[in-house]
């Protein structure tokens, strides 16, 4: 600004000793979720504008992301579990074939749903007295199914499989516990203190 002739010499001496202080700021300060839509759109920009343009070009950009539609969303999401939750587990309602040899190419054939994170969709490979195993749903790359299975446990208090009642009222019609090759949707929660 000095040398624009802005300010006086003795002006910009002064401000460049005082502490820089920076203010980082989200892209949606109020919503999370909306992460890999944002990413998505700096990729597009990048691509299309440069990233010199994009980070020191000082562009405006406005999208058709409504966050308060995101928040109406991830409420109502919210909500449809805990009325779920409170009515027990009741079953799934969807099973592979089998679960024999190569499971997670069954898994993956049908259409995931990509608008249920953080769940994802598994298979019971084995029930034991203790809980499931499980096997997760594989991820894609280009439309091949990546080669690498990831299984898990089952295994929380309030489980179908401890023997504890659900809360909320019993479903008329539910299963005490589930069975080999019946398929999902999970959520990973973590251990309760002291567990």
């Avoid at 839509?37 to 000082?58: D, I, K, Q, S, T």
């Avoid at 096997?135 to 179908?160: F, M, S, V």
Wanted: hydrophobic share 35%; with cysteine; proline share 7%.
């Amino acid at each position: 600004m000095a040398a624009n002739g802005y300010i006086g010499q003795d002006e910009a001496d002064v401000a460049i000793e005082e502490a820089f202080i920076v203010n980082p700021r989200s892209v949606f300060p109020r919503e999370t979720q909306v992460s890999y839509f944002a990413e998505e759109v700096r990729r597009e920009l990048a691509n299309r504008y440069g990233e010199a343009a994009l980070y020191e070009g000082g562009l405006s950009v406005r999208t058709t992301l409504d966050p308060k539609m995101q928040a109406a969303r991830k409420s109502l999401v919210d909500g449809l579990v805990r009325f779920d939750e409170a009515r027990g587990w009741r079953g799934t309602g969807t099973r592979l074939a089998s679960v024999d040899g190569d499971w997670g190419v069954r898994l993956a054939e049908p259409p995931a749903f990509e608008d249920i994170r953080p769940w994802q969709q598994a298979v019971v490979l084995a029930v034991e007295s203790t809980g499931a195993r499980i096997g997760l749903r594989p991820d894609r790359d280009g439309g091949a199914i990546e080669p690498a299975r990831r299984r898990g446990r089952i295994t929380a208090p309030g489980n179908p499989l401890d023997g504890q009642e659900p809360r909320g009222r019993r479903p008329a019609r539910r299963r005490r516990h589930p069975c080999r090759a019946d398929q999902d949707n999970i959520e990973r929660v973590s251990a309760a203190p002291g567990a």
